[in-house]
């Protein structure tokens, strides 16, 4: 870790070493997830389409690290402006912050055209090598533009989470001649919260054209959609506004996914609890480290008929809340779990301190074989 201003809640990887093991434990990390997700399918949790749909994201979020891990390969190893590091929010999120996702999409528009500026792989290895063998000398400039090359082929090949990922929508079948079902999925990266955070929307389509083929409900559906993805605004609110503003479209469960924070005693410093079983486990270079992620879940109860014009009536869903909370109107989720995963050793440790509010939280331990074992 750099040494920056404890105060700050961001710091610059300015070491090529540690952004390298930073790089690789997300990419364990990223691995882990996706054999969570079949786990939870396998439990009944998450359905096919959904761990599909999932599967999509998290490997595109793996991507995303590959690509910024050759965009900074060669940091602290040149000076200048080649020599800046990965920013990270190491107080709230683990992860990278927004600009530099914001940064990677600019830069994705403009790939093509660095490409054909740059030398291609073969001359730069081929110059690497005489500059090795003939000048007795490490070619870290050459080094430096081959991990340009590397980060602006992955930029033009795509398959990486942005900042924003627009909605795209399933086919789950049919409930008549009239109604039809779609599974909406879409993502964010919150720019307050620094996470990848996804969303799920099932609804009902009982329109004159189906919405896939609606070339003016389409476009204003997904318009609404990410106008609405805020990490600030409770499902409901997001729910109920689409019902309103859609006479034809039923959302009838709409889930949302918050992918982190990630804890590490290498290169995070939040607090609680988490915080401090890392600590005791003092566990060895790579197994240091818990994800925790949070599912939030809104779910139709009913359907009332509401006027609309002088004749006609319009379906509205009547949303149920949490039952179990004080407040349940005030989390505008039908419910919400939590869920982390961490090695084995870490685990150990936190089921020995069992600290306040862990015992409803879900945990899937990775073994030192790499499976993945789930406890609640």
């Known amino acids: 870790m750099s040494k920056t201003d404890l105060a700050t809640d961001h710091a610059s990887l300015d070491d090529a070493l540690t952004a390298r093991r930073y790089f690789a434990k997300f990419d364990r990390i990223m691995t882990h997830l996706a054999l969570v997700a079949e786990t939870m399918q396998l439990e009944g949790k998450l359905s096919k389409s959904d761990v599909a749909i999932l599967g999509r994201y998290v490997l595109a979020i793996s991507n995303t690290f590959e690509a910024l891990s050759n965009k900074y390969l060669m940091t602290g190893r040149l000076k200048g402006p080649m020599a800046r590091g990965l920013d990270m929010d190491r107080v709230e999120s683990g992860f990278p912050i927004a600009q530099e996702l914001m940064t990677m999409a600019n830069d994705a528009h403009q790939a093509e055209r660095h490409l054909r500026g740059m030398p291609h792989k073969s001359e730069l290895k081929d ?22 090359r590397m980060y602006y082929e992955a ?19 049919n409930d008549g001649a009239d109604r039809r ?31 896939p083929k609606d070339q003016r ?37 709409l889930r949302r996914l918050y992918v982190g924070p990630m804890y590490s005693s290498a290169f995070t410093l939040q607090n609680g609890p988490l915080r401090t079983v890392l600590e005791e486990a003092d566990a060895p270079a790579g197994e240091d480290w818990a994800l925790a992620w949070t599912m939030e879940e809104l779910e139709s109860e009913r359907v009332e008929m509401e006027r609309s ?29 939590r869920a982390i995963i961490l090695p084995q050793k870490p685990y150990q440790v936190l089921e020995e301190k069992r600290p306040k509010g862990f015992n409803s939280v879900r945990k899937f331990v990775v073994s030192p074989q790499g499976q993945v074992l789930s406890y609640r």
């Open 217 to 253: 409900r389409w476009p204003e559906a997904q318009a609404h959609l990410m106008a609405q993805s805020l990490t600030g605004l409770m499902l409901l609110t997001i729910a109920v506004g689409f019902d309103e503003d859609f006479d034809d479209l039923h959302p009838k469960r």
């Open 309 to 337: 014009g002088w004749f006609g009536t319009v379906e509205r869903e009547i949303y149920g809340l949490d039952p179990f909370m004080p407040h349940g109107a005030d989390t505008g989720a039908t419910n919400t779990e």
């Open 181 to 211: 079902r779609y599974l909406v999925h879409w993502a964010v990266y919150d720019s307050q919260l620094n996470l990848p955070v996804i969303y799920l929307l099932e609804l009902e389509d009982t329109g004159r054209t189906s919405l």
């Open 155 to 173: 930029l033009k090949k795509g398959e990486l989470f942005w900042p924003q990922n627009d909605p795209e929508i399933l086919w789950l079948g």
């Open 127 to 148: 110059e690497m090598i005489r500059k090795i063998v003939s000048d007795l000398e490490i070619p870290t400039k050459l080094q430096y533009a081959m991990s340009q």
